[in-house]
């Protein structure tokens, strides 16, 4: 079975600040890795996504995430946070077994002080 | 390009009632899929649908029914609503990787 798990349901940092959001997967084939944000009353965009090949990932607005398969993590990086950052974060992970059902973690708000 | 469109945005029911969301997508898809969103749960698969005429049920799919006679339109029923289904609902289509997401619906069941 596959499934996500999230560290850390709030996440506060200052503005200008490193952003490290945090996501382990289980998974017993090669994964299909995504991160998506939520802003409020919003649908979710996709930032970055990894399904084969390089193992850093850059997406869009900064950030980028980088697949470890020895930690079985994937974790979200920004190395400045800006205000326009504040949001909620998606882990998520491609069932691979019939639909291509995407499972998500839990998510992370991620609060940006000035 | 529209993308997907869930319809309607808001609604509030009272308990026993019925009614359908509607999802349309413009991508030609394959696969689409249900999710509702509660605080601290994330996004739970209601149903999905792997191409029209077929549904499969995901991991909450209790107290809901879905069809997909047309590639491009996926609905969501709910027949008795429950306040428990109170939630913000959010349609995606995909081609079998990157989701796109409708802008969700707010259901709120009295």
């Known amino acids: 079975a596959q499934s996500v798990t999230q560290l850390g349901s709030h996440v506060s940092v200052s503005e200008g600040a490193l952003v490290l959001l945090r996501c382990n997967y289980s998974s017993s084939v090669p994964p299909y890795l995504f991160w998506y944000v939520q802003y409020p009353n919003q649908g979710l965009q996709l930032l970055l996504k990894?399904?084969?090949?390089?193992?850093l990932v850059k997406g869009i607005n900064g950030f980028e995430a980088e697949f470890k398969k020895s930690e079985t993590s994937f974790h979200l990086t920004k190395p400045s946070a800006h205000m326009s950052d504040a949001a909620e974060y998606f882990c998520a992970v491609i069932l691979n077994t019939g639909g291509f059902k995407t499972i998500f973690g839990a998510g992370t708000r991620l609060f940006v002080k000035a | 390009n529209a993308g997907v469109t869930q319809t309607p945005k808001f609604r509030v029911l009272k308990t026993g009632q019925s009614m359908t969301l509607l999802c349309a997508q413009d991508?030609?898809?394959?696969?689409m899929y249900w999710y509702r969103q509660d605080p601290g749960m994330g996004l739970r698969l209601i149903h999905y649908?792997?191409?029209?005429?077929?549904?499969a049920k995901g991991e909450v799919p209790d107290g809901y029914n879905v069809s997909r006679l047309k590639k491009q339109n996926f609905l969501l029923g709910l027949e008795s609503a429950a306040p428990s289904q109170t939630s913000v609902y959010f349609c995606?289509?995909?081609?079998?990787?990157?989701?796109?997401f409708g802008q969700g619906t707010r259901l709120t069941v009295v």
């Open positions: 990894y399904t084969t090949g390089a193992t």
């Open positions: 991508m030609n898809h394959e696969y």
């Open positions: 649908s792997v191409g029209e005429g077929t549904t």
């Open positions: 995606a289509s995909s081609t079998g990787a990157e989701a796109f």
